[in-house]
Every structure is written in C-alpha cells, then in structure tokens.
C-alpha cells in the first residue's frame, strides 16, 4: 500500500517558500471584472423590462476575494494586460490556500502550475511536490484529482509551447471536470478560453492605487515622482510591475521616462546598478542589449515554415546556436565560445534565467522577451529593411500575428519618426481596428493626435468606435468619447462611460457626472463605477445623490465608487444604505465604510455582522477588522455567541484583526463553549491577539476532544510564542491526529526554549516517523550540544523524512560532535539524505568533513553536487584544493562548474597552476570555467 503523500510537509514548504518573496504582493486590493448575468427572480428589486430578459451587471471585486468567489462554482480564467500582477495574484493566493489547510485541515490542496513548461500537467504537478522533496508518482496524481484532493492554479495559458500541449491540456480539463481550476492568460486571443466561461479580468491600478503603491516603494520621494507624472500615471505605469520599474528607475535618476518603451530602455540601462554590479566576460557590458535583442527576435519569430507562436523557453544549446550565428556573420573569432561565456554571464547576471526544465532557459517575464524584440525590430526600421519598409512586408511578417502586438507596441513608444508612426497605426488600421486602435495611443505623445484621429475618423457604428476609442487609452480620445456620451443609443453612452474611467483623468469627471443622471439606470451605473476608479472627491456630492436612488444596482454601484474615493465625506451617505433593502446594497455599503476606515461607522457595520446575508456579514467584519478600533470589541464578543457558524468566525476574525487585549477575557470564556466551533473559533482569535494571557485558556484545549479544535489551540500557542505553552505542546507531540503533532512540534521549535529538549528527545525514538522528523526539526531550531546524540540516531533512522531532518538540523546546530554520523550519510542510496549531509558538514565545517565532501562533488544527482561543492566553497580550505582540480576536467558540465565555483571562493593561490593548466583544455567549457575561477581568486 502507497505511503499516503505528507501534505502538511508539502504546504508548510509552500508557506515557508513565500515569505522571502511576501514583499512582491504590495497591493492587497488588486481589482477584477466579471460579467454577472443576473435573472429577474434573482432579483431583489423590480425587473428591468417586461418582458423578464436577463440582464448583465458587470461586478467589481478584489482579486482573491473574486477568486474565491467564482472558483467554487467550477473552472474560472483570469485575464490580465501583460504584468498586471497575474502571477504574483497565485503565488499569494496559493500562500493563502496552504496556510488555511495547515491550521484548518481538510482543504483542498493548493498546486501551481506553470503551462510554459513543455511538461504534461500530471508531470508538472509531480515536479510541484518535487520541490518540497515529496515523491509523488503519476499514478498517486491521478488518484489525488479523482479523490478531489487538489485545487489547480494553472500560469500563463497564452505561454504554453505548442498546439499539441493546450490540446492536451483541454482533455486534462475536460477529463478533471470537478477538480477546480484557475488559468490565467493575457490575451483571449493567445491560447484561447478552453471555453471557460466565468471569467475574471485585472482592472487597471487606479490613481490611489498607484499613489498607495509609490508611497510605499519610495517613501521618501513619492510624492516628487507623482507630481511629475501627474495625469500621466496611468498612461505608463498601470500594471504593478511597470510601476515598480518606475519607481527603480526614478530612485536612481529622478527622472521619469516619456514612454512605456523608454521605461524599459532606462532600466535596461540601469539594470546592472540595481543588481549591484558583477564580473562579468569581456566586452559582454557593450554587447548585452544586442544579444538580448538578437536572442529575443529569434525566440518570437519562432518557427517560420509553418509559422508557430514563438517560444518563451528555449534550450540551452538553441539559444547558443542563435547567439553563435549571429556573432560569426559578425565576424567575431571564436564565436562558438563568446556565445557560451554570454549566455552564462546573461542566466547568472541580467534578464535571463533558468526555465522550470533546467535545460531550458526563459527571460525573467515574457514583457523584457517583446522589449528586447521590439528594439531589433526598430532597427530593421530604422535600417531600412525590406521587412520593414514595404507596407505589405510589414502587414505580412508582423502586423498579421498576435504575437508581434506588444514588440509593436514598444516599438512605438520609442520610435521618434512621425510620418513612420502615423504609416505604421494606418497599416494596422487595414489589417485589424483593434490592433490600429492599441497601436494608436502607444506612439510618443506628440504623435498621438494624428494616431488617435484616424481612429476616430474610422467610419464605423458608434458603439464600435466607443470601444476602439476605449483601446487607445489616451486623453487625445477624451473629446471623442464626451460627444459619444450624448449619443441617443443607451448602448454608445454606457460604453463611452466606461471608457472615460479607464483613462482616468480628472477632466472627464464633470461629463460622468452628468451621465450619472441619465434616463438609463446601466449608463448611470458604469459612469458611477468610472468616478470609482478615477477617485477623485470632486465626484462625491454627485454620488451621495444617489443613496436615494430608486433602483438597487444604482445604489450598490455607488456604495462602492464611494469606497474607493475613500473620503470620510462619505460616511452619512454610506450609514444609511447599511439599512438598505437590498443585500448587495449593505455588502457595497460595509466595504465602503472598512476602505473609508472611519470609526464613526463602528455602530452601522455591528448591524450588518448579524445581517441574514452571508456576504454582508462578511464584508461588515472584514470592515471592522480593518478599523481596528476597540469601540468594536463589546459587540462582537456578543457575536462570538451567536447560534450561527458564520456569524461567529465573521466577529472572532475581526476581533483577531483589531488585536486588543481587551477581547481576551470574553473570549476565554468562550473557550469552554459547549459548542467546538465556537471554541475553535475562540482559539484562533486569541492566536491572533497573541498576547500571553490566553495562554491557560489555550492549554485547555490542547486536551479537546476535538483534533481541530486542538490543532488551532497549537496554531495560537505558537502565534503567541511564551514558555508557558511547552509543557501542553509536548503532550500534542504525541497526538493522534498527524496534523496536531506538526504544528505543535513545529510551535515548540519556533519558541526555541531549552525546556523542551527533554520531551522532544523522547521523541526521537516514537514509532511513528511523522512524530519523529517533526521533533528533530524542532530539536534543530532549539539548537545546542543537548540535542545532538538524539539527532545522530535519527540520521540512521528507517524514514527518510526522518534521516533528513537530522542531517540538517545538526548542520543548523553546526556542532563538530554531529560529523562522524553525517560522514556515514555520505553513502547513502538516497540522494536527499545526501544532499542534507552536504549541507550539513559544509556548515559545521573544518578538516574533517572535507573528504566526505569530496566524496559528493562527484555524486550522480546534480543537487547533491551543487550542495557538496558549496559546501566546500564556504568552508574555504585549502586541503580541498587537489580534489576540486581533478573535478574541473570532469565529463559532466555541472560538476566542472560546481568545481570551478568552489575553487574561486576558496581563492587560494595554490589553485592558480593547475587552473593555468586547464586554461589551454581543449573543452571550451572548462577553458572558461577555469578563467572564472582564476579570475575569482
């Protein structure tokens, strides 16, 4: 029978992994659009027409919530402009996903996949557990999918490396129907939809969005880059990554650049400055950009008999090819070993990096892959080149291929030509409106007003020129769309509102304002979701009109535009639609009130925790936690009691969010409910306050009845983090239930107190390998000579699990006590076990481990290598010098580097003869490896 897969193992890696890149996930309120068609029973308040049709409502949420939302309802696509934070949107909600499963049990277990890789999905999601060193097999995959054990989060649909893969992957979908899934793609028209119809779309940053984002990546100087950008913000810094490129870029020069083009050109520039400079081959600084340029054309051009869809990843070896090519009609000598040392010094230094296959490589994001391509296809223009010059040429080699949309793009913004800018948005025009639209507003500014105008002197229906003005995102459509907001079709008006919002300037504000008194109640809606998303106060005495407004959907749409201009003006209005009719009315109105963060709306929002509406009383807490104001505290103590579950975790979650020691008291009553949820519920709140006089109430639980009631009380016990908790935690060591035993286990590890030893010890030897591993890691991080002998029996230990633990938390401990039974791990069949060993000796360190290490520098497993060769490196003695010369001419790439590496951080001059020698080898690799090294000592 298959040893079930350790998933607390895997989704605490999962957790552990996300902390050192927490810092990426900046804005927590990262907006999607989806279109709701509503039916009149649906309703709560009177159907549009009389005939009963549908109607559609397009909804606004925050990302993950929207995620959350629509996930449990089936397959959801979410859709995003290149680097609006789709990505970075998984990682955290994976991060969220894995921590609810360790302190809650009985979730769905999180899983990324990147579709670039030209992976099966079943071998993707083994490679996934593979990181957290879990063995899961194809055939345990297949069992976990049809058990409904994994909720899928699928990366970048519009990436994936050929028609054969997105096949697969559609019978993949259609052969997991009830297993969840989340795609994300950039383009509908790159990958298609696999006709997935609810579908999410990232909404621009809005202009306090974007402030909120400057003030925390500059905070010094914020408000100097914004009063220079000004009305320009959105134009070229909409997206979360291009405004972290903005705000790099302006920290260094305090200058901002004109164009999205030239953003990437001055960080481009400046890259090797934010990386903090490196030794890198000669001549490879001048040559860079153009090896990059060359690289990145190749890789989108992709195959041209048939023509294919480019590649985001290709081989090692390719990528030499093209680089070796195009240096030798450069006429460069020795070009075969340029292009080697410049591929190197690109994966090790600038924008290229190793791809989820480790043969393969990829840029850092696909958006520097269309740059680097758009700047070689700006030189094909500016060069003259048939391609290029010849209209039909140009249609039919680039404007004919979605693929080629963002490279023109940036190609535009940087070409300062006019009459070749206005040429190019014509020739678009007459292949695809759409395209010749986006192209229009992505030329230098000074041209836009003759780009923008053959947009709007197009002769077609209205509404379609609403939508192509809407595609240019520029002010020069500005004057287009406020005529086309006093069209008599309701359909034109709706959309020229819509459009105006999502250029965001304050000088559409007055005619919005005018539409939000249209006879339509849709044309009112979207021109008050448009006042939301510019977040101007000069919009709120129009939109505190409209608490008073006859239909719902008008209300609720202002609820929530008030939220986001997030002014205390606000709050009368929004207090009284909190005892609005209509739930979606009082859901709009309690966020609002949490965004606005007033505690004048204390008193409304404890009304609408106890609402008989779900979502109400979920954005009424969520409200109140983010107030966090102690007023709050009496009320939802009395709602910790209420006789319905979600009412309950709605306060505790708030109480835990508002982190006031004046809860505890309330709470530890509540300890002792008769009722398990609610003592669950209790306990995680009194984690989150986190202050040490739980801790009595906590060791009550530590003895429930119930596994998950006793699991979060070891959850709160370690949020809390006092010695007082050691003696209950160690009796959960040894519980029943495996989740319980981790947690306290890793708790007892994380406060760190001698006292603990003791009883961790006994551990060691428990019969069951689970309870065994997660002591020697706790044993690791409690550290000292104490724990060492228990330590050196697990590194024999049965369990693998086990074994490596031990190997690393005596290498954490870094005693000279633990080598004599890492030495024996040297050996060891199992390559992980191995590696720890590597790890662990090259931390202790000194004479004696070096044999050992020399031992593993030569191991068949590359990881085992890398760690062994490190090891060496760190330790940085010169007894090691002998072995690692002999491993430079090794027949395996991977060791020879790992080898070479080692000697450079040694840098002892006894290497210099024998790496001499190995400067005229006839390997060009290990030619050029030992320069490195020798250039390193």
């Not at 791809?355 to 030189?379: C, D, G, V």
């Not at 205390?568 to 009719?581: F, H, M, N, R, T």
Request: hydrophobic residues 40%.
């Amino acid at each position: 029978m298959a040893t079930p897969v350790d998933f607390p193992k895997y989704l605490q890696s999962l957790v552990e992994s996300y902390k050192k890149q927490q810092h990426l996930y900046t804005l927590t309120d990262l907006q999607v659009e989806v279109r709701v068609e509503i039916t009149p029973e649906d309703r709560r308040s009177q159907p549009r027409s009389a005939q009963n049709k549908p109607e559609t409502k397009i909804e606004r949420l925050e990302v993950l919530a929207g995620l959350r939302k629509y996930v449990q309802q089936g397959k959801v696509l979410l859709l995003g402009k290149p680097g609006s934070g789709k990505s970075t949107v998984l990682q955290r909600f994976r991060w969220e996903l894995a921590l609810e499963a360790l302190n809650e049990g009985d979730r769905q277990i999180p899983v990324l996949v990147q579709l670039r890789s030209d992976r099966s999905i079943v071998e993707a999601i083994c490679a996934e557990f593979r990181q957290a060193k879990l063995r899961v097999s194809d055939t345990e995959v297949e069992d976990l999918l049809f058990d409904g054990k994994l909720l899928l989060l699928l990366d970048g649909l519009n990436e994936m490396p050929s028609q054969q893969r997105r096949q697969e992957l559609q019978l993949f979908r259609d052969d997991n129907s009830d297993t969840p899934m989340i795609f994300t793609t950039r383009d509908l028209a790159l990958g298609g939809s696999l006709g997935i119809e609810q579908q999410l779309a990232m909404c621009p940053l809005t202009q306090p969005q974007m402030r909120e984002f400057v003030h925390k990546h500059l905070p010094q100087h914020g408000d100097l880059l914004l009063r220079q950008l000004r009305d320009r913000l959105r134009e070229i810094a909409e997206t979360p990554l291009l405004l972290e490129m903005m705000c790099k870029v302006f920290k260094n020069t305090g200058k901002i650049p004109q164009s999205k083009g030239e953003l990437f050109q001055e960080f481009d520039r400046q890259y090797e400055e934010f990386k903090g400079g490196a030794s890198v081959s000669d001549d490879f600084r001048r040559f860079k950009s153009e090896v990059l340029q060359q690289l990145a054309f190749v890789m989108l051009q992709g195959d041209s008999q048939p023509p294919s869809d480019g590649w985001v990843a290709i081989s090692r070896d390719r990528a030499e090819e093209i680089l070796e090519c195009w240096l030798r009609d450069r006429g460069v000598v020795d070009a075969p070993t340029k292009a080697k040392e410049w591929l190197e010094d690109l994966l090790e230094h600038h924008l290229l990096q190793v791809a989820a296959k480790p043969e393969e490589i990829e840029f850092h994001h696909q958006l520097f892959q269309e740059y680097y391509a758009a700047r070689a296809l700006l030189k094909l223009l500016v060069e003259k080149h048939p391609d290029a010059l010849e209209d039909e040429r140009l249609q039919h080699f680039y404007l004919n291929y979605f693929k080629w949309t963002e490279p023109l793009a940036f190609m535009l913004s940087l070409l300062r030509d006019e009459v070749q800018a206005v040429r190019v948005v014509r020739l678009a025009l007459e292949v695809d409106w759409r395209l010749g639209a986006r192209l229009a507003g992505e030329v230098q500014r000074e041209f836009q007003k003759r780009t923008v105008g053959l947009v709007d002197e197009l002769d077609v229906p209205r509404w379609l020129k609403v939508e192509l003005l809407d595609e240019v995102r520029s002010d020069e459509a500005i004057p287009g769309l406020l005529k086309l907001t006093e069209h008599s079709d309701s359909d034109v008006r709706w959309r020229a509102a819509d459009a105006l919002g999502k250029i965001g300037d304050e000088k559409v504000i007055p005619g919005l304002l005018k539409l939000v008194e249209d006879s339509e109640s849709d044309v009112r809606s979207r021109a008050v979701y448009a006042l939301g998303e510019i977040g101007d106060a000069q919009a709120i005495a129009g939109l505190l009109k409209l608490v008073e407004a006859s239909e719902s959907d008008l209300r609720s749409s202002a609820a929530y535009a008030l939220g986001k201009i997030g002014d205390a003006q606000a709050i009368p209005g929004l207090l009284k639609l909190v005892e609005d009719s209509n739930f979606d009315v009082r859901s709009r109105a309690a966020y609002a009130l949490g965004k606005i963060g007033d505690a004048q709306a204390i008193a409304g929002l404890l009304k609408l925790v106890e609402d008989s509406n779900f979502d109400v009383r979920s954005s009424a807490a969520d409200a109140l936690g983010k107030i966090g104001d102690a007023q709050a505290i009496p009320g939802l103590l009395k709602l910790v009691k209420h006789s319905e579950f979600d009412v309950r975790s709605s306060a505790a979650d708030a109480l835990g969010k508002i982190g006031d020691a004046q809860a505890i008291p309330g709470l530890l009553k509540l300890v002792e409910h008769s009722d398990s949820d609610v003592r669950w519920i209790a306990a995680y709140a009194l984690g989150k306050i986190g202050d040490a006089q739980a801790i009595p109430g906590l060791l009550k639980l530590v003895e429930d009845s119930e596994s998950d009631v006793r699991r979060i009380a070891a959850y709160a016990l370690g949020k809390i983090g006092d010695e007082k908790a050691i003696a209950g935690l160690l009796k959960l060591v040894e519980d029943s239930d495996s989740d319980v035993r981790w947690r306290a286990a890793d708790v007892l590890g994380k406060i760190g107190d001698a006292q603990a030893i003791p009883g961790l010890l006994k551990l060691v030897e428990h019969s069951d390998s689970d309870v065994r591993w997660r002591a020697a890691d706790a044993l690791g991080k409690i550290g000292g000579e104490k724990v060492i002998p228990g330590l050196l029996k697990l590194v024999e230990d049965s369990d693998s699990d086990a074994r490596r633990s031990a190997a690393y938390a005596l290498g954490k401990i870094g005693d000279a006590q633990a080598i004599s039974g890492l030495l024996k791990l040297v050996e060891h069949s199992d390559s992980d076990v191995r590696r720890s060993a590597a790890d662990a000796l090259g931390k202790i360190g000194g004479e004696k481990v070096i044999p050992g290490l020399l031992k593993l520098v030569e191991d068949s497993d590359y990881f085992v290598r890398s760690s062994a060769a490190y090891a060496l490196g760190k330790i940085g003695d010169a007894q090691a010098i002998p072995g690692l010369l002999k491993l430079v001419e090794h027949s395996n790439f991977d060791v020879r580097r790992s080898a070479a590496d080692a000697l450079g951080k040694i840098g002892d001059a006894q290497a210099i003869p024998g790496l001499l020698k190995l400067v005229e080898h006839s390997n060009s690799d290990v030619r050029r490896i030992a320069a490195d090294a020798l250039g390193k000592i």
